[in-house]
């Protein structure tokens, strides 16, 4: 019976679109590839109300002083793991904001531990190992919605209080949860039949890619479309931060550089120190005055 229901899921159907990919030359494969790819964007925007009400509740738990999970087995767990991972280079936020949590731990990261998935029990102890509290959110990602770990993941996180979101790549999941937002992105048949890393691991990348990025936005993370609160910690980053800090100042980049140096490398405290002729320590005096956004400086 089990089979017979996971043959229904969009993600494991046969599609019409690449049937004989094996017969074709290399030219072909790539095209198919890639009008499969151009459907994704698409669906993702179909769930934008639901991406709304997560960034909403992912922003106010932070602000509350809670966390953010991702949980999730095999390509969807990798997926969780490098979003949380870049959020505290890219926005100088904490690395305790967003959490990735993947079925196996560190070496299903290169490794895959396929049946890992199926041990709902492992979910429960991995979240205990973090200390998951009531409030903190978890965002369970399953693209099939088959992932045993990922529905023990929300199944505990609503038990203990947690707030919960449930992210598939099907019309509805195989396994059903009572998440308080379920994302749905119907992705539809893949061009190798159940190669969930393809147009679902896009799909995903994508809707965490949102997630994590509207909700920096929300705390102030980002002056226009500048990365104001980056992590100057190498040559390239310390350049990016030295020519924002002329964009939104008007001087010359040597200055620019040495306030961003005298700055500890902050680049939302050095344009405060420029644009107010004041110190280090009112310059933070003034972001902390006004919550981290700069807008209200400015």
Same mark, same amino acid.
């Given at each position: 019976?089990?089979?017979?229901?996971?043959?229904?899921?969009?993600t494991?159907?046969?599609?019409?679109?690449?049937?004989?990919?094996?017969?074709?030359?290399?030219?072909?494969?790539?095209?198919?590839?890639?009008?499969?790819?151009?459907?994704?964007?698409? %669906?993702?925007?179909?769930?934008?109300?639901e991406?709304?009400?997560?960034?909403?509740i992912? %922003?106010?738990?932070?602000r509350?002083?809670? %966390?953010?999970?991702? #949980? =999730?087995?095999?390509?969807?767990?990798?997926?969780?793991?490098?979003?949380?991972?870049?959020?505290?280079?890219?926005?100088?936020?904490?690395?305790? +904001? +967003?959490?990735?949590i993947?079925?196996?731990?560190?070496?299903?990261?290169?490794?895959?531990?396929?049946?890992?998935?199926?041990?709902?029990?492992?979910?429960?102890?991995?979240?205990k190992?973090?200390?998951?509290?009531?409030?903190?959110?978890?965002?369970?990602?399953?693209?099939?919605?088959?992932?045993?770990? #990922?529905?023990?993941?929300?199944?505990? =996180?609503?038990?203990? =209080?947690?707030?919960?979101?449930?992210l598939?790549?099907?019309?509805?999941?195989f396994?059903? #949860?009572?998440?308080?937002?379920?994302?749905?992105?119907?992705?539809?048949?893949?061009v190798i039949t =159940?190669?969930?890393?393809?147009?679902?691991?896009?799909?995903?990348?994508?809707?965490l890619n949102?997630?994590?990025?509207?909700?920096?936005?929300?705390?102030?993370?980002?002056?226009?479309?500048l990365?104001?609160?980056?992590?100057?910690?190498?040559d390239?980053?310390?350049?990016?931060?030295?020519?924002?800090?002329?964009?939104?100042t008007?001087?010359?980049y040597?200055?620019?550089?040495?306030?961003?140096?005298?700055a500890?490398?902050?680049?939302?405290?050095?344009?405060?120190?420029?644009?107010?002729?004041?110190?280090?320590?009112?310059?933070? +005096?003034?972001?902390?005055?006004?919550k981290? +956004?700069?807008?209200k400086?400015?």
């Amino acid at each position: 019976m089990e089979s017979i229901k996971r043959k229904n899921l969009s993600t494991e159907k046969q599609n019409i679109n690449s049937h004989a990919i094996d017969d074709k030359p290399i030219l072909e494969i790539l095209h198919i590839i890639n009008s499969e790819d151009k459907t994704v964007a698409d %669906r993702v925007k179909e769930a934008i109300p639901e991406i709304e009400q997560t960034v909403l509740i992912a %922003r106010d738990a932070i602000r509350k002083g809670h %966390r953010i999970y991702y #949980v =999730g087995a095999g390509t969807s767990g990798r997926l969780g793991v490098l979003d949380a991972s870049e959020i505290p280079p890219t926005f100088s936020a904490p690395s305790y +904001f +967003f959490n990735g949590i993947i079925a196996g731990g560190n070496k299903a990261l290169r490794q895959s531990i396929e049946g890992i998935e199926d041990e709902p029990e492992t979910a429960i102890n991995d979240l205990k190992t973090v200390n998951l509290k009531a409030n903190d959110i978890i965002i369970g990602i399953s693209a099939s919605g088959a992932a045993k770990y #990922v529905k023990s993941s929300l199944d505990y =996180g609503k038990s203990i =209080g947690a707030k919960t979101v449930y992210l598939i790549c099907n019309e509805e999941p195989f396994l059903s #949860v009572n998440s308080d937002i379920i994302i749905k992105i119907n992705t539809g048949p893949e061009v190798i039949t =159940g190669s969930t890393r393809m147009k679902a691991g896009t799909a995903t990348k994508m809707v965490l890619n949102m997630i994590s990025t509207a909700t920096m936005i929300q705390l102030g993370k980002v002056y226009d479309n500048l990365m104001i609160d980056l992590m100057a910690v190498n040559d390239k980053l310390i350049d990016r931060g030295t020519r924002i800090i002329v964009q939104l100042t008007g001087v010359d980049y040597k200055l620019a550089n040495s306030k961003l140096l005298d700055a500890d490398k902050s680049v939302k405290t050095a344009i405060v120190m420029i644009r107010y002729s004041c110190s280090k320590e009112e310059a933070i +005096f003034k972001l902390n005055k006004s919550k981290g +956004f700069l807008r209200k400086l400015l």
